[in-house]
């Protein structure tokens, strides 16, 4: 698949202003010429024609200016020459080398032609003699260009000054983009939270407002997704759990029937299975909610979470308890806690053998978090599918009838919605696996620990 190469916004609007600054400062030196010629006409016609009116007061013989060929005639040396000439002598007129124009009936400035390019001259006509003042126009035009670079000369200084201005504002104004692309970056697939746009300019409030509705619409159908799923999960425990009753029924009359502990034993576990599908669907249809937070103390809750499953330890002659048992006061949603430690203790039983030992510890080293750690002595799990077994319905020991693979990732996706980390290792002491969940004793808005896990997970 070709990649497309995306533009950059912000390096097009500082390579559009610096060229837009380029032509403007040509067409400003452009102006500054313009303007500068017509002064300096202004001001060099006046002299040659004082020069001119001077001449004409006082007796002058006549005289004649040679145009020197190697001579270059600068602006700084005005050029100016001057030419007396009588009417009844004529040779003058047809020497190249001479500005002599043919006489005039009126005075006033006249244009000459000659090898050495386009002079500008100033004739006043008398009764016996012609009195002319000639300039070259090319010094006028060097002396206006040079008036025009002197005036362009604090613009060129300070070009490249107000590029570096331009960039730094367009860089300025744009940062709303970037940050609009970060407070999306930080948003994981359930951030679907409307964005807030106080601090957001005029022009990206259209694009906000459509990301909100999309967003509306999003939680709109995921929810009921969701709430489906819960329902038919809710629906299907009823028949399953009737089913396993007359099983049980059956085998108290026939015990010796293969058939029906085989029955029994798959119903079990369809019924455990039931069972993890809604905790899971009423998980995730949770996470698309804000649950207001209790004020609850984490040994009840485990101890709670210890009663309902020592049945379940007992029959398999488990040594079930606590090793560390802090009293700790929380702020949180005690449904979530409680799922929690509720499938850690469940997996832990379906995976410790008979009469092997399950440690519950709960405790806490700082005052922002607690800790809840399970450990048994069961087979454990292997370093490298840690990663592998929070994912749903991933299991390792499949030999086992009773479990589904949505145990640890039931406990993950709780553990993130409080903010907390989940961290699988071995058990030093009893050698299967420990579980280890550092959760907040407060817990904030659902947003913000949203945005905490996704810049932990970046």
């Given at each position: 698949?070709?990649t497309?190469?995306h533009?950059?916004?912000?390096?097009?609007l500082?390579?559009?202003?610096?060229?837009?600054?380029?032509l403007?400062?040509?067409?400003?030196?452009?102006?500054a010429?313009?303007?500068s010629?017509?002064?300096?006409?202004?001001?060099?016609?006046?002299?040659?024609q004082?020069?001119?009116?001077?001449?004409a007061?006082r007796?002058?013989p006549?005289?004649a200016?040679?145009?020197?060929?190697?001579?270059?005639?600068?602006y700084?040396?005005e050029?100016?020459?001057v030419?007396?000439?009588?009417?009844?002598?004529?040779?003058?007129?047809?020497?190249?080398?001479?500005?002599?124009?043919?006489p005039?009936?009126?005075?006033?400035?006249?244009?000459?032609?000659?090898?050495?390019?386009n002079?500008?001259?100033?004739?006043?006509?008398?009764?016996?003699?012609?009195?002319?003042?000639?300039?070259?126009?090319s010094?006028?035009?060097?002396?206006?260009?040079?008036?025009?670079g002197?005036?362009?000369?604090?613009?060129?200084?300070?070009?490249?000054?107000?590029i570096?201005?331009?960039?730094?504002?367009?860089?300025?104004?744009?940062?709303?983009?970037?940050?609009?692309?970060t407070?999306?970056?930080?948003?994981?697939?359930?951030?679907?939270?409307?964005?807030?746009?106080?601090?957001?300019?005029?022009?990206?409030?259209?694009?906000?407002?459509?990301?909100n509705?999309?967003?509306?619409?999003i939680?709109?159908?995921q929810t009921?997704?969701?709430?489906?799923?819960?329902?038919?999960?809710?629906?299907?425990?009823?028949?399953?759990?009737?089913?396993?009753?007359?099983?049980r029924?059956?085998?108290?009359?026939?015990?010796?029937?293969e058939a029906?502990?085989?029955?029994?034993?798959?119903?079990?576990?369809?019924?455990?299975?039931?069972?993890?599908l809604?905790?899971?669907?009423?998980?995730?249809?949770?996470?698309?909610?804000?649950?207001?937070?209790t004020h609850?103390?984490?040994?009840?809750?485990?101890?709670?979470?210890v009663?309902?499953?020592?049945?379940?330890?007992?029959?398999?002659?488990?040594?079930?308890?606590?090793?560390?048992?802090?009293?700790?006061?929380?702020?949180?949603?005690e449904?979530?806690?409680?799922?929690i430690?509720?499938?850690l203790?469940?997996?832990?039983?379906?995976?410790?053998?008979?009469?092997g030992?399950?440690?519950?510890?709960?405790?806490?080293?700082?005052?922002?978090f607690?800790?809840?750690?399970?450990?048994d002595?069961?087979?454990?799990?292997?370093?490298?599918?840690?990663?592998?077994?929070?994912k749903?319905?991933?299991?390792?020991?499949?030999?086992?009838?009773?479990?589904?693979?949505?145990?640890?990732?039931?406990v993950?996706?709780?553990?993130?919605?409080?903010?907390?980390?989940?961290?699988?290792?071995?058990?030093?002491?009893?050698?299967?696996?420990?579980v280890?969940?550092?959760?907040p004793k407060?817990l904030?808005?659902?947003?913000?620990?949203?945005?905490l896990?996704a810049?932990?997970?970046?």
């Amino acid at each position: 698949m070709k990649t497309v190469k995306h533009y950059s916004l912000k390096k097009r609007l500082i390579w559009g202003t610096s060229i837009f600054s380029l032509l403007l400062g040509c067409l400003l030196i452009l102006a500054a010429y313009k303007i500068s010629l017509h002064e300096v006409d202004k001001i060099l016609d006046t002299q040659m024609q004082y020069m001119a009116e001077q001449s004409a007061t006082r007796p002058i013989p006549t005289m004649a200016s040679r145009i020197e060929s190697h001579e270059t005639y600068y602006y700084h040396q005005e050029g100016l020459l001057v030419d007396i000439w009588a009417y009844h002598d004529h040779n003058h007129l047809s020497d190249p080398s001479q500005l002599l124009l043919p006489p005039v009936k009126q005075a006033g400035f006249y244009s000459q032609q000659t090898n050495q390019g386009n002079w500008r001259v100033y004739v006043i006509p008398l009764k016996h003699y012609q009195i002319q003042v000639s300039q070259r126009e090319s010094v006028r035009q060097t002396f206006a260009w040079e008036l025009a670079g002197s005036m362009f000369m604090p613009y060129v200084l300070l070009l490249p000054i107000a590029i570096l201005l331009l960039a730094f504002i367009i860089s300025l104004n744009l940062k709303p983009l970037d940050d609009f692309k970060t407070e999306l970056t930080q948003r994981d697939s359930d951030g679907l939270a409307p964005i807030n746009s106080d601090h957001y300019p005029q022009e990206l409030m259209p694009t906000i407002e459509e990301m909100n509705r999309l967003f509306e619409r999003i939680q709109h159908a995921q929810t009921e997704q969701k709430q489906f799923i819960a329902d038919a999960a809710h629906e299907l425990r009823t028949p399953v759990t009737a089913l396993n009753l007359q099983t049980r029924i059956l085998i108290g009359q026939f015990p010796e029937h293969e058939a029906l502990q085989n029955l029994s034993k798959g119903l079990a576990r369809i019924q455990h299975l039931v069972t993890q599908l809604l905790a899971l669907a009423k998980q995730d249809v949770a996470l698309s909610m804000i649950e207001p937070n209790t004020h609850f103390r984490l040994n009840d809750v485990a101890l709670n979470c210890v009663e309902q499953l020592v049945n379940l330890a007992m029959q398999k002659e488990i040594d079930l308890g606590f090793e560390r048992n802090e009293l700790i006061e929380m702020q949180s949603i005690e449904s979530t806690v409680h799922s929690i430690i509720f499938n850690l203790i469940d997996n832990a039983i379906k995976y410790t053998p008979n009469q092997g030992i399950i440690n519950i510890s709960v405790f806490s080293d700082t005052d922002d978090f607690a800790y809840i750690q399970i450990e048994d002595s069961g087979a454990g799990i292997e370093p490298e599918k840690y990663d592998e077994v929070l994912k749903r319905f991933y299991r390792i020991h499949h030999h086992l009838e009773v479990g589904s693979g949505l145990g640890l990732s039931i406990v993950d996706k709780a553990t993130q919605r409080l903010g907390g980390v989940l961290t699988l290792s071995r058990s030093m002491d009893l050698g299967g696996l420990s579980v280890l969940v550092k959760l907040p004793k407060v817990l904030g808005s659902y947003e913000d620990h949203t945005k905490l896990n996704a810049k932990k997970n970046n």
